[in-house]
């Protein structure tokens, strides 16, 4: 059983359009993560959501992203104007409270053409 | 600035032998070293992990050797079986800070 689940998949879009990846946690955690892996290469963080607030960022966590939790459920990290060296697979990942553990997603694969 | 180095890239082994793999980190206020499998397409998953309090752990075949003083921690899979072939990765962080910085991978081929 997955620990956390990603939609879509795969998301493929074009140059400058804005993309918005999910993340479903399977209960309700206040610790989540978004990292990237650009193909071939290894995973990289970009950004820590702690109590519905953004707790630090990475350097490529620049003003075209944007994370938040709309619903009180859902993560979502944004991409507001996509560029071609955001094709990538994201994955969410989630933490426990006063664990280090962090448990990956599934991950979305982007892809911008 | 490459927090965690990971080697060798990639590692071919018969089945049934012993697969290692080697992680060297900078900094030591780095309080957590797990170890993730990756097969193509799929997450991360967790495999086993190790605090610097202790210098091994074992879970199955899968086994942690830690060295605090040397700043290295390895990785070894015996009785290497096909379904171990995946991409494996090191990783550290600092408790309360939380993120992962995770060395480059290996990929671990194991021969039938």
């Known amino acids: 059983e997955p620990e956390v689940t990603q939609t879509p998949s795969h998301q493929v879009t074009q140059m400058g359009q804005e993309v918005i990846l999910r993340c479903v946690p399977i209960s309700n955690h206040l610790y989540f993560y978004w990292y990237r892996q650009i193909l071939g290469q290894k995973v990289e963080f970009l950004v820590s959501f702690y109590n519905n607030e953004i707790s630090e960022k990475s350097e490529i966590f620049d003003d075209q992203f944007s994370v938040e939790r709309p619903d009180g459920s859902n993560f979502t990290l944004k991409i507001r104007s996509t560029k071609l060296e955001d094709s990538a697979m994201y994955f969410c990942?989630?933490?426990?409270?006063?664990?280090?553990?962090?448990?990956f997603g599934p991950g979305t694969r982007l892809t911008v053409l | 600035q490459q927090q965690v180095k990971q080697s060798p890239q990639s590692l071919i082994v018969q089945k049934g032998g012993i697969s290692i793999i080697n992680c060297a980190y900078e900094n030591t206020a780095f309080d957590y070293f797990p170890w993730y499998q990756q097969f193509p397409g799929k997450g991360p998953a967790l495999l086993i992990a190790?605090?610097?309090?202790?210098s091994e752990k074992k879970e199955g075949r899968f086994t942690i050797s830690f060295n605090k003083s040397a700043k290295q921690f390895s990785l070894h899979i015996m009785d290497s079986q096909p379904g171990d072939s995946a991409t494996y990765f090191c990783?550290?962080?600092?408790?309360?800070?939380?993120?992962?910085?995770f060395g480059s991978g290996t990929k671990l081929n194991v021969k039938p």
């Open positions: 990942a989630r933490r426990d409270r006063g664990t280090d553990t962090q448990y």
């Open positions: 990783a550290a962080s600092i408790y309360n800070f939380n993120k992962f910085y």
């Open positions: 190790i605090r610097p309090d202790v």
